[in-house]
Structure formats: C-alpha cells, structure tokens
C-alpha cells in the first residue's frame, strides 16, 4: 500500500503513469544497459539507453521492481537523459534526481539506485563500443 502523504506530487505522477517502460534489444548497436540492487533489499532498476554515433541519448527504458519512489527516479531519470550526450547524463547524480522529485529522507536510497543504473548503463555502452 503507497502512502500518498509521504510522497511528492512529482512521485505520484511517475509512479502512477511511468514513462518510457520496457526494455531495448541489449544486442543492438548503440545499446547499454545498467542493472542494478538486490532483489532481498527490496528495490531493482535496469535501465537501457541507445545512443546514436555522436554519444547522444535517444531512446531509453526502465524496468524497476521495488517501491513508488524506485519506479518514480526510473520514470523521471529515463525522461531527463535523453538528447544528453554520455558525458551530461554522467554528470548527473542522485542529489538532483531526489530534488527534482522531492522524496522525502527514508528514500534518498532510491535516487542513488537509479544513478548507479545510469553509471552501469553509460559504461556498458562505452566498453560495447570499444568492443571489449
């Protein structure tokens, strides 16, 4: 059961109609993936980003298994990378993701899941393409 008092109108919004769900064929070229948690903690993220040939994002998916803010950072995270260059969306960190959807303390821990994903993700997508 979510309880709504804890949670920003910015969660809310994420959590009840999450965008860009689903996943990329992790074989394509352009194609990184990040997955990340531990299912006995409670909260999973795997995020997929396709970058084109100058490293801009243009198509991303999430897929979380865990609570309302875990699916909110997803939902917001694969919004706000995309037309980011690798390098931008590197520099973005789970400060700004907790701001932007004001989730209250007890949940800081699900911003920093999501930036790990992005981290795995961006990273997978640069040994993929030195071809390691």
């Not at 804890?6 to 959590?15: C, D, K, N, Q, T």
């Not at 690798?86 to 930036?115: G, N, Q, W």
Request: glycine share 8%; proline share 5%; charged share 30%.
């Amino acid at each position: 059961m979510i309880d709504f008092e804890l949670y920003s109108p910015a969660v809310l919004e994420h959590y009840e109609r999450p965008r860009n769900v689903g996943a990329l064929d992790p074989e394509a070229p352009g194609v990184g993936t990040g997955l990340v948690g531990s299912p006995q903690a409670g909260d999973v993220v795997k995020l997929q980003i396709r970058v084109d040939a100058e490293d801009r994002i243009v198509e991303t998916r999430f897929k979380t298994y865990g609570c309302a803010a875990a699916i909110a950072a997803g939902s917001w995270l694969s919004e706000r990378i995309e037309g980011l260059t690798l390098d931008e969306a590197e520099a973005l960190d789970s400060r700004e993701i907790a701001e932007a959807l004001a989730l209250p303390a007890v949940k800081m821990h699900c911003s920093v899941l999501v930036e790990d994903a992005l981290r795995a993700a961006v990273a997978d997508c640069r040994r993929r393409r030195a071809g390691a």
